[in-house]
């Protein structure tokens, strides 16, 4: 049974440009949650969605954006990116909207702003 | 004062040795209590999970959550080179999983063979 897939695995980009990250659920999970991993650092959280639905967001700036899709697929949109957006995007999904308890996390697209 | 306090470590033990790897934490709408390991360049992989305050024993792993204190703590008997991982601590509250996960900054763990 496939994981949480992310894509891509990595990702250089330019200061001010935009970047799309993906993520595919494991089969029959509803829920996607995305995660921001700065080195050194613990992930922080910054949307999550379920049956396509926003359902939470962290604090981050609007140029972070996100959607679900039917197939319950995600995107993760970042606008003007900045050399502080480099990190590690991590996509969890669970089956529900649940308590942490039931997320599995992908591996996540290490994102290199330069 | 952040939410969640970790040591960063690195923490390096021998092997066979007893782990002891703890959080702090100050939101006392926190409920549940997560241990994640991490592996360099992968996600993270749930080890342990604790609803509100008391203990969980899983194999070698234990997880203690102690409420009163605001403290939780994950024991690793036996330690193996293979546990040499980052180890995250998480929690979140009850609210339906709207505000996500709060991580620890993760403590490097080095077991020396």
């Known amino acids: 049974d496939a994981g949480v897939t992310q894509s891509p695995t990595h990702l250089i980009k330019t200061r001010g440009q935009h970047v799309t990250l993906r993520c595919s659920p494991i089969?029959?999970?509803?829920?996607v949650s995305w995660y921001q991993q700065v080195l050194g650092q613990g992930p922080q959280f910054i949307f999550q969605y379920y049956e396509k639905e926003e359902r939470g967001r962290g604090n981050f700036p609007d140029r972070f954006s996100a959607r679900q899709f039917p197939n319950y697929s995600s995107e993760l949109n970042v606008n003007a990116l900045l050399l502080g957006d480099s990190a590690l995007y991590l996509c969890a999904s669970s089956l529900v909207l649940g308590q942490g308890y039931g997320y599995t996390f992908g591996s996540g697209t290490r994102l290199t702003v330069v | 004062q952040k939410e969640v306090e970790q040591d960063p470590g690195p923490l390096s033990v021998p092997e066979g040795a007893i782990v002891s790897l703890n959080c702090t934490y100050s939101?006392?709408?926190?409920?549940?209590f997560m241990w994640y390991r991490q592996y360099s360049r992968k996600g993270p992989e749930l080890l342990m999970y604790?609803?509100?305050?008391g203990n969980k024993e899983d194999g070698r792993f234990t997880a203690q959550v102690d409420k009163s204190s605001k403290y939780i703590s994950l024991f690793i008997r036996d330690s193996q080179p293979s546990d040499s991982a980052t180890y995250l601590c998480a929690m979140s509250g009850s609210g339906g999983g709207a505000d996500g996960l709060t991580f620890g900054k993760g403590t490097h763990l080095i077991i020396q063979p």
């Open positions: 089969s029959g999970h509803k829920s």
């Open positions: 604790t609803y509100s305050s």
């Open positions: 939101n006392s709408a926190f409920q549940y």
